[in-house]
């Protein structure tokens, strides 16, 4: 991505909620419909160009927005994409696996694998594993990009450049509030704020994990983080701070308060959000506010992770609750 991804003042919200909420448009990255995993694959790619890759694997769900953006990032750089799509989410319909990000992604000419489980990422990266010895054999020179937390968080490295470029663009506010789901956004946007000068705090909404599940999740994410930064862990596990209240029914399903979230930012700012990350951290700062987590007349910053291919996936679903 070139340039910093604007902020948009969400004027009516603002005026409803009594608090000065900004969206940092992050759904503006400019690849593949955009979204915050294209900060995450600069790292990646860069990585694997570096070792002469010519071929990029990867793992997210039928629906992902990761494999959709690797998909356009390996076509960008004239490299085969080849994603596997975990079952996470059950009991879809037809147009969860034939439109919105799988569509794209056959568009832009990727290889499709199926995962059958959806909480398994060591069977799901040792399953890429064997595709890419496969084409090893084939002359290929493949690059994995892991699921599973005993890998380094390469892509983290993305959002500590976003946290700072946020800090740059806007010095005195108090929140921001991102989705948590494989740590890596989150656990990047953290580090990135605690290394500037804004003291802001970092409210990190759970899309897959209850709380429990996920603090424990960022705390191993933000100590390979402050491996790779060469800083104290201690910095950045104190500001841990997750909140499930807009999970249920779970990872990838809309439950009333994300639909009631995403309809509000339709209606309210004609903004669209995703079912699985968008919606649920929009829901997740109303709850936070409503229980006064988030003070009046606090300036909170939400990050749009993108995602919107999404949407067209969960048609039936949007249409239905």
């Given at each position: 991505m070139s340039g910093a991804t604007p902020l948009e003042r969400l004027d009516r919200l603002s005026e409803e909620l009594g608090i000065d909420l900004w969206l940092k448009r992050d759904d503006l990255t400019g690849l593949g419909f955009g979204g915050n995993k294209t900060r995450q694959l600069e790292f990646y790619f860069g990585d694997a160009l570096a070792q002469g890759a010519d071929t990029v694997l990867i793992t997210g769900a039928v629906q992902s927005n990761f494999v959709?953006?690797?998909?356009?990032?390996?076509?960008?750089?004239?490299?085969?994409?080849?994603?596997?799509?975990?079952e996470?989410?059950?009991?879809?319909?037809?147009?969860?696996?034939?439109?919105?990000?799988?569509?794209l992604a056959k568009i832009l000419g990727a290889e499709h694998m199926s995962y059958p489980v959806g909480e398994d990422e060591a069977g799901a990266d040792a399953a890429l594993h064997a595709r890419a010895d496969e084409l090893k054999e084939q002359g290929r020179k493949p690059y994995v990009i892991h699921l599973g937390l005993n890998h380094p968080p390469l892509g983290a490295l993305g959002y500590v450049a976003a946290g700072q470029e946020l800090c740059k663009q806007m010095q005195?506010?108090?929140t921001a509030v991102v989705p948590s789901g494989s740590g890596a956004t989150h656990g990047g946007l953290l580090t990135g704020i605690a290394l500037s000068t804004v003291p802001a705090q970092v409210f990190g909404v759970c899309v897959r994990r209850d709380t429990e599940n996920q603090r424990t999740r960022m705390t191993v994410v933000l100590q390979k983080l402050a491996d790779m930064l060469s800083i104290d862990p201690g910095l950045l596990l104190e500001k841990i701070e997750v909140w499930d209240g807009a999970l249920a029914p779970g990872y990838g399903q809309i439950g009333p308060k994300t639909q009631s979230a995403l309809e509000k930012m339709a209606q309210t700012e004609g903004i669209f959000l995703d079912p699985v990350y968008s919606a649920k951290t929009f829901a997740g700062l109303l709850d936070i506010v409503?229980?006064?987590q988030i003070k009046p007349g606090q300036k909170v910053v939400m990050i749009h992770t993108g995602g919107l291919p999404a949407l067209f996936g969960y048609q039936n679903e949007l249409t239905h609750n």
């Open positions: 959709r953006s690797a998909a356009a990032a390996a076509a960008r750089l004239g490299m085969k994409a080849v994603l596997q799509l975990e996470r989410v059950p009991n879809m319909g037809p147009e969860y696996y034939k439109s919105g990000n799988v569509l005195d506010f108090d409503r229980e006064g």
